[in-house]
């Protein structure tokens, strides 16, 4: 299980805004943007970067952060978790930038790291970055990120690659379906940057975020047992996020979140990082 984010509001004000592009090679309406390194100082949102493998979260990363996080052409390059800072409107973000899952239910050791960070960590904004020439295999983690939270911005990346294929995604639409933001966004050429921070702005600001998706299980009898657990891991772990799948994960029998159940470290995961 790995280690609650960060809290908000720690170290020096975030970097005025002036001239903060200046090394930027950003569209203009990035001029808010000011890339704080590894060194984010004083922040008020904590963002998180999830996503399939290989879909440009680490080209996304770089280019909010000016940090150079690895990235290259196959899969499995984040292995851990890369923090680093910007601030946009004068508003001082954290971003974790995470390895590439396709499922929250995954369980090798990289992919645990995006699960923990997205089951327990309570960020105040997830972007998840989807590939839009393989949108069919992307959105299955978009639809189980939206089980857990509303404060959602899909990143619809790569769209410079799909129009080479003849493939058009219709974002009015998907954002309708998902009930979250989609931003079109070709990562490597700084496209749609503006327009992202645009929409990570307002989902960190909202007081009325979309309600997480909420999928009854059809099965009377599951459903009860499901919400007997879930009220059983409450009771043990007060303020645990997402009892419910916390409680499907052991009806499943999965080893890992037993374990933290057993020996306590569940409740670790719990501290929460509070919105500012
Ligand atoms: N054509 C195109 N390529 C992109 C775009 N964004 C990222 N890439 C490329 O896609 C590849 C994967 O990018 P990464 O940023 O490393 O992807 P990632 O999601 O961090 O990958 P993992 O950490 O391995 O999961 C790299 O070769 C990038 O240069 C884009 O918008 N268009
Ligand atoms: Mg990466």
Redesign the pocket.
Known sequence: MGAPLPSPGVGPPPHEDAGACASCALSPGSARLARLGMDPGRYDHVIALA?N???????VFNALTGLRQH???W????VARAEGGFSYGGVGYRIVDL??TYSLLSTSTDEDVARDVLLFGRPDVVVV?VDATRLERNLPLVLQIRQITGRVVVAL??V??ARRHGITVDTRHLTRELGVPVVA?????GQGVPDLLAAIAQVATTDDPPAPLRLVHRDAALERAVADLAAKVEARFPGVPNSRWVALRLLEGDAGIEEAVRNGTLGDLATPVEAA
């Open positions: 996503g493998p290989n879909t440009g979260k680490s080209t990235v290259g052409n899969a499995g390059k984040t390895p590439g970055v990346n790569l410079d690659e966004m070709a990562a490597r050429r």
